[in-house]
């Protein structure tokens, strides 16, 4: 797993470093704080390795690019960056460098960019320079080694762009993979006591749709609640991991009942410890912190929460242990208004 992460020049970004991670990670701080952006810069890292989101079927760069533009520009920008691998450079082409704007801070000749992810006592450092009006180059120190190109092949941005029809063909190859779907029948007969048997597609006022199906009968799936529709979400984005990964998990108690949130987390930190997943969320919740915390605690996953404060471009960031949250709660404290201290 990554232990350490160094960002600097990065979208609004410039400097951030994350120390002393671990599986479950909850990044928390005011809004412009730098958390998407963490998550952002790992999802662009990654890409380096697996270009192509075998979730969303885009090209990560593409989709980052869309995930901060309005539709009408995008359809005019998408698939405006290329990627090409030789050794240890990675050069990156577009037809219009104002692009590249939209990823590097201060976006100029004489900015260095930087990111170093470390895993154990390995550490990938990439350097990004320019090579022409056309092109910029990525060098790299070394090539990656097998733990972390596994992590990246398998790493996907989980946001509130998803939605369970964009997942029909996963949970397709899922139900045809050793039938893997019966993993999450299982999971939400844990969580949900829902007699239920098996997932299938069926028709529904003409539509194709996707059902549970119970011992006399099938229901479709947009007739559960939330918590159910994004355990199954999610659940289906975990499992499809060929192997250990990352997921970058943005405000799950976006649209979600407290309820549900622990439901859902309990529900993706249960796939975590049996894949070996690591996890980095970012929240607003207090409902969120404490649902990981003493989830992560019952199932044996360490956890690292870390607080993240810019400054003039730069995030500091402060990782909180056990008795500070402890302490915040017994004397009534807030832990998203920290900086207030």
Known sequence: MINQVEIQNFRGMKYCKL??????????????????????????ISSLE?????????????YLTRRRLEGKTWENLRN???????????????????????FFYNFSRNEKIVFNVSENNYT????????????????????????????????????????????????????????????????????????????????????????????DTSIPVDFLGDGAKLAILISSILLYFNGKGIALMEEPEVHEHPGGIYTVLNFAF????????????????????NYSLKIAKKLGLKTQLVYLRRVNGRVNSVNLTEDNVSLLEEIGMDLRAIDAL
């Open 270 to 289: 249960k796939i975590a410890k049996e894949k070996g997943i690591q996890f980095f969320i970012t929240t607003h919740s207090s409902d969120v912190i």
């Open 80 to 102: 405006i960056i290329l990627i090409a691998k030789s050794d240890n450079l990675i050069t990156l082409s577009s037809m219009n460098m104002d692009i590249f704007s939209q």
């Open 124 to 215: 990938y450092s990439i350097e990004v320079s320019y090579k022409d009006e056309n092109q910029i180059v990525l060098k790299t120190n070394k090539s990656l080694n097998n733990d972390l190109s596994e992590l990246f092949k398998n790493t996907v941005l989980i946001d509130d762009d998803l939605s369970l029809p964009q997942l029909y063909d996963i949970i397709g190859e899922l139900k045809m993979n050793k039938r893997k779907d019966k993993e999450i029948v299982r999971l939400l007969k844990e969580e949900f006591e829902v007699d239920a048997e098996g997932i299938e597609f069926s028709r529904y006022l003409g539509d194709y749709v996707l059902s549970l199906t119970l011992k």
């Open 50 to 62: 697996e270009q192509y989101d075998r979730i969303r079927k885009i090209n990560k760069i593409d």
């Open 19 to 44: 120390e002393d991670l671990s599986q479950i990670n909850i990044l928390v701080g005011r809004n412009n704080s730098g958390k998407s952006t963490i998550l952002e810069a790992i999802y662009f």
